[in-house]
């Protein structure tokens, strides 16, 4: 008996922590293939790109419909791919504003879902997560140009 309810707690455990990822939402990871890029950068510019075509979309809608869910499958792969950019190669002072820009893209997001029914909230609640994606793009994109062009240094040139 005392082992029995040991491994249900583990199982209800198990499944209330992994939250609505990829137990509920696995469909995350195709979006995660279709955006692969040539490096982490591109991928997470990639899967922006899918995320503001998704929001868009479920603007005026209402509920659980298509558009909502795939921005929900699209922010999973997201956030999955910001965890993986900032363990591989993103530096700390932008890997912190990439994680900020993560949990307020959550914060927004998990309010959304419990205004899904309700209109004009839902439609100012994806415009809020929309301005936050091109925040983060904008933080993508100097990455990726630091990354073309890294710190050049410029020589002086003295008089003799």
């Known amino acids: 008996m005392k082992q029995t309810c040991g491994i249900l707690g583990l199982c209800l455990f198990l499944t209330v922590s992994s939250g609505c990822s990829y137990l509920f939402y696995p469909r995350a990871d195709d979006y995660a293939q279709q955006a692969k890029g040539a ?3 591109d991928t997470l510019l990639n899967l922006i790109s899918m995320l503001e075509a998704s929001a868009t979309q479920a603007k ?3 509920g659980k419909d298509q558009a909502l869910d795939d921005y929900h499958n699209q922010l999973h792969a997201l956030f999955d791919a910001v965890d993986a950019a900032v363990v591989s190669q993103i530096t700390p002072p932008t890997s912190d504003l990439l994680i900020t820009h993560k949990k307020t893209l959550r914060l927004l997001f998990h309010r ?4 899904k029914d309700q209109q004009p909230q839902r439609d100012q609640h994806l415009d809020r997560c929309l301005a936050e994606l091109r925040s983060l793009r904008e ?3 100097s990455v990726k140009r630091q990354a073309l062009f890294p710190q050049q240094t410029t020589a ?3 008089a003799p």
């Not at 959304?112 to 205004?115: A, I, R, S, V, Y």
Request: without cysteine; positive net charge.
């Open 139 to 141: 933080v993508l994109q």
């Open 39 to 41: 490096t982490t950068v």
């Open 112 to 115: 959304l879902w419990t205004l």
């Open 156 to 158: 002086r040139i003295v």
């Open 60 to 62: 005026g809608g209402k």
